[in-house]
């Protein structure tokens, strides 16, 4: 069948089929604390011929800013002003020979920085993570068959419980600690926790990582 004559979800399907696994390039952290991640120029530079080849043309239609929060940490240099962002992203895939014809799909982010690219940091991560989950992208090695590169023990997501959740000032205070020791949060949560945000830690989850950042340096 020719390019041109396919619907969107054969397109989709055959990149799918077509992409190659991408590897975990990108170092977060130092020494014994550092970890593999994906970048998203690695996404992107895996998707972008292919898109190009199937004639599919994805970009992020609409983005909802969940929340936007300044708060404030204390270290031993002081005082530290930090912008909280959770960004909710729909992200579509067009078929370029029939423009009307597409597929969406939602994604959720968090990002925090001192400046004003916590926003810009979540939608990095929200549109990498469309593409990794659309097109069924391997990353490399799967984490039930190896432990942790950040020391953390993994865990089967707990049956959450009302008593047993953290506070929303907690989970916003142990995501910028992890963010100023270096870690990529969402990633390490999912890999250990199997969770993606700090919201849904347990109590026992949030004292662990807490005590494990303690003993961390801060990311220079």
Request: hydrophobic fraction near 30%; charged fraction near 30%.
């Amino acid at each position: 069948m020719e390019i041109k004559e396919m619907n969107i979800f054969e397109k989709l399907s055959n990149i799918t089929n077509e992409i190659s696994s991408v590897n975990k390039n990108l170092t977060v952290g130092q020494g014994k604390s550092a970890y593999k991640a994906v970048g998203e120029a690695d996404i992107l530079k895996a998707v972008k011929e292919l898109e190009f080849k199937y004639r599919v043309y994805s970009y992020p239609a609409s983005r909802e800013v969940i929340e936007s929060t300044m708060y404030t940490t204390t270290n031993e240099y002081g005082e530290k002003n930090n912008i909280f962002s959770r960004i909710k992203t729909t992200y579509r895939f067009v078929n370029i020979d029939k423009t009307d014809e597409y597929i969406e799909t939602i994604t959720f982010a968090e990002g925090i920085d001192t400046q004003d690219k916590g926003s810009g940091k979540a939608m990095t991560y929200a549109d990498k993570y469309a593409l990794m989950k659309s097109y069924k992208i391997i990353t490399g090695e799967d984490p039930d068959q190896n432990p942790s590169e950040v020391g953390y023990k993994k865990k089967q997501a707990p049956t959450r419980v009302s008593n047993n959740k953290i506070t929303d000032v907690e989970a916003k205070s142990i995501y910028a600690l992890m963010i100023r020791k270096g870690f990529d949060v969402g990633p390490v949560l999912e890999k250990n926790y199997g969770i993606t945000y700090t919201t849904d830690l347990t109590k026992e989850q949030y004292m662990s990582i807490l005590n494990k950042c303690n003993t961390m340096p801060d990311k220079k």
